[in-house]
């Protein structure tokens, strides 16, 4: 019989976070091998993704995990010669009413107790920002520069290829069916094709995360939900960042309206369904279309010209708070979780990945462990405390 082929790290799921672990693994000299039961890099919900990438969040370990994630994309092309899409355009979110006024104003201590470049601009600042913008209502926004987008697809293979490049081993098309346990040990993992050994196993399987949990007989709470985006033909550059509208639609039916123009000229574009859409339904609904564009239209009055050229919708690994599950598995060893991004896993991903590395290479991550002490996988799920820019 042949032994099972050793690894010092094992991930499962090559997308958003599995592919910057196992760069960032690779890059320190760890065997890694990456399993995906997709045919290649960032099939799964990474390519959902429209691509927005913030520091500027309400919650202080998604502020230093979006800032750790800044610095891989924006250096990226530096440090490998590779374009994937980085546009520095910043993060808008304009106020329209009163309430998202003080929502917005509210967070920009806690935003700037990590020195995030975030400022309150007048109704005068954000027209010049968001050209075209509609000044009805308008009471001002919020506005950080540093913040911009990044192609989803152009990174998941770009990390591929680094990783690659550092002796990382991928296997697609192989899907994760066990995990090798030795008392409270992971030690490895069995897939439709073999079976594979490493001290230390990462799941990183996005929605499928709490099926491999489950194998370990661990518990956690992910729910898929569903999302829908579209993206235009390419039109001339108009709009540098990436707009967040924070009301609820006119029509009951939508809260949060996010887009953007991307590297290439087009316009990407989703929205919050309310209520949500649990479970894994990815046809696009009827609905998507009329209700995203009378929103565009009202926010941006000369969108009403864009050609659509492709909707689709995806899944959010949503947790009940709202907040990723990032560190050790309760009662077991050598299983780390990098899992329940959220709305948000691509822009975390980097700065989960070098923590994911950290604890893996020197046993602490690397920010303050006790900054991520709130994305523990022990902890109390349902407790009150919810992400306000989830
Ligand atoms: C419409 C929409 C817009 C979005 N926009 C943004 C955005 O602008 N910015 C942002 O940050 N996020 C955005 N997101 C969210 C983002 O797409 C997700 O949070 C993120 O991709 C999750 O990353 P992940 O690595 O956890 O999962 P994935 O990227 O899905 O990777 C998990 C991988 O694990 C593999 N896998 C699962 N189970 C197994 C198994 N048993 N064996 C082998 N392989 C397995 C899957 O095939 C998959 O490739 C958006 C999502 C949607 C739907």
């Given at each position: 019989m042949t032994q099972p082929a050793e690894f010092d790290a094992i991930v499962i799921g090559a997308g958003s976070v599995g592919n910057p672990t196992a760069y960032f693994l690779a890059r320190e000299g760890l065997r890694v091998l990456v399993l995906d039961e997709l045919s290649s890099s960032g099939q799964g919900q990474n390519k959902a993704a429209i691509g927005g990438v913030r520091a500027s969040h309400s919650d202080p370990a998604k502020i230093r995990l979006g800032q750790l994630s800044l610095e891989v994309f924006a250096g990226w092309r530096d440090a490998t010669?590779?374009?994937?899409?980085?546009?520095?355009g910043g993060y808008c979110f304009p106020a329209f009413d009163e309430k998202v006024e003080e929502t917005l104003q509210g967070l920009l201590s806690v935003q700037r107790q990590f020195r995030l470049s975030i400022d309150w601009l007048d109704a005068e600042g954000i027209s010049n920002r968001v050209?075209?913008?509609?000044?009805?209502?308008?009471r001002g926004g919020s506005y950080s520069p540093d913040d911009g987008q990044v192609s989803p697809l152009k990174a998941s293979e770009s990390f591929t290829r680094e990783a690659g490049r550092r002796g990382a081993v991928y296997r697609f098309g192989e899907t994760v069916r066990s995990l090798v346990l030795e008392g409270s040990a992971v030690v490895g993992v069995r897939t439709d094709q073999g079976e594979y050994r490493a001290s230390v196993v990462v799941n990183a399987a996005g929605v499928g995360a709490a099926r491999i949990c489950a194998m370990a007989g661990v518990t956690i709470p992910i729910l898929p939900e569903s999302h829908e985006a579209g993206i235009s033909a390419p039109v001339r550059e108009f709009l540098n960042p990436l707009v967040v509208d924070l009301r609820p639609g006119p029509e009951g039916r939508t809260i949060n309206l996010y887009f953007g123009q991307d590297s290439d000229g087009q316009v990407i574009f989703c929205y919050t369904p309310k209520p949500p859409f649990y479970g894994e339904n990815r046809t696009s609904t009827v609905e998507f279309m009329p209700t995203v564009a009378a929103r565009l239209v009202e926010v941006i009055?000369?969108?009403?010209?864009l050609m659509v050229r492709r909707v689709w919708r995806g899944l959010y690994p949503m947790t009940p708070d709202g907040i990723p599950i990032v560190g050790w598995a309760p009662n077991r060893s050598g299983f780390l979780l990098g899992v329940?991004?959220?709305?948000?896993g691509f822009m975390l991903g980097p700065g989960v990945a070098r923590n994911l590395a950290s604890w893996v290479l020197r046993g602490r991550p690397e920010v303050d462990s006790d900054l991520l002490a709130p994305l523990s996988p022990s902890r109390d799920f349902f407790a009150a405390r919810k992400e306000a820019l989830k």
């Open positions: 010669g590779t374009d994937i899409g980085w546009k520095k050209t075209g913008i509609n000044r009805a209502g308008l009055p000369r969108l009403k010209n329940g991004m959220c709305g948000q």
